[in-house]
């Protein structure tokens, strides 16, 4: 995997980027590197790997996100995730929920650079794949000038191959995780900066950012931008990755084939024991603003989550979408 594969992801996110998530956003771009939620190193290393690592062949370029803060252990869980096949290793210095500061990893590690470049260390000998770490800019009372460039210069040192910065602090203490993803104020000057520092070592971009366009904008500041919930609310947006930052020829989509490519996945987890709502629950903002959206979104609300649904309830809902006045293709 090169850099140029790297100039767009959609950001790891807990309880949303599981597999079936990321298979929808690899129908809607075949370019952005995808990640998976976090996964703690000893879950991996001690825990049902097919159910936390598996993936589908086609999420490639896919990441795997680790958390921790053992070096040893780290290495391990990223030799599993290599073998397990994945394109890259992450290590998650920037979460602040309540279950990561418990752990002494996540964004607590802001406050450990000498760790956290040991930990990328440990983790670059153990594996030939890309490892890469995604931080804040700071965490409390820290100054996110020195404590930004002082995790920075620790990776970098240590082999990372990409530094992904959301730029916002988190506050450990008086804000719940869903709090620091918007009270901290968004710094994005503090990224340029450390990315004119580092001319020469991939530095990305994530925290606020509600469109392809925000998105290239960034672009012309840093080496890649990655976009959280605005990709997992509004997916469609995704279908024009590929030639916005790719230079793919645009062409129109044809979301018809897309159902029908989710209805086939949606079958298979079935087959295998699963539900029609473990799939269809990342697809609800899929056709958000068109005629029809909103009936769309009650059957996959209910019908969807209805004990034996099938692909069938997909189509249906599908089918309640007006595509008249748009450039997509509905059949």
């Given amino acids: 995997m090169n850099h140029l594969s790297m100039r767009f992801a959609i950001a790891p996110m807990m309880d949303w980027t599981d597999r079936h998530c990321r298979f929808l956003h690899r129908q809607l771009t075949h370019r952005a590197l995808l990640y998976t939620e ?6 991996v290393i001690h825990g049902e790997r097919e159910r936390l690592l598996g993936f589908d062949g086609t999420e490639h370029p896919v990441a795997l996100q680790l958390g921790g803060s ?10 599993i995730g290599e073998a397990s096949g994945y394109d890259e290793i992450n290590l998650n210095v920037g ?12 964004a607590c590690l802001m406050k450990a650079p000498v760790l956290v470049a040991d930990c990328v260390a440990a983790m670059k000998a153990s594996v030939g794949i890309p490892v890469t770490v995604k931080c804040r800019i700071g965490v409390d009372e820290q100054d996110p000038e020195p404590a930004l460039d002082a995790l920075a210069d620790g990776v970098f040192a240590a082999g990372a191959d990409a530094l992904w910065v959301h730029a916002r602090k988190a506050w450990l203490e008086g804000l719940s995780p869903k709090e620091n993803r918007d009270i901290p104020p968004l710094d994005y000057n503090r990224v340029y900066r450390l990315k004119a520092k580092n001319p020469n070592k991939f530095i990305g971009i994530n925290g606020g950012i509600q469109s392809l366009e925000e998105a290239l904008d960034h672009i012309d500041h840093v080496d890649g931008a990655m976009l959280g919930r605005a990709a997992y609310h509004t997916p469609g947006i995704l279908a024009g990755v590929d030639a916005a930052f ?7 989509f044809d979301f018809a084939a897309l159902i029908d ?9 079935i087959e295998r024991g699963g539900r029609l709502g473990h799939v269809t629950r990342h697809m609800v903002g899929l056709f958000h603003g068109l005629p029809g959206a909103r009936r769309y979104r009650q059957i996959l609300s209910t019908d969807a989550t209805r004990p034996g649904a099938g692909p069938d309830v997909l ?4 089918a309640a979408v007006d595509f008249s006045g748009t450039d997509a293709e509905a059949a």
């Fill in 70 to 79: 053992d070096p040893q252990k780290l290495a391990e869980a990223a030799r």
């Fill in 95 to 106: 979460c602040p929920s309540d279950r990561v500061q418990s752990g002494t990893f996540g």
């Fill in 246 to 252: 790719y230079g793919d020829k645009p062409k129109t």
């Fill in 38 to 43: 976090m996964v703690v190193a000893d879950a």
């Fill in 315 to 318: 189509k249906a809902a599908f």
């Fill in 261 to 269: 490519a989710m209805a086939d996945y949606a079958a298979r987890h």
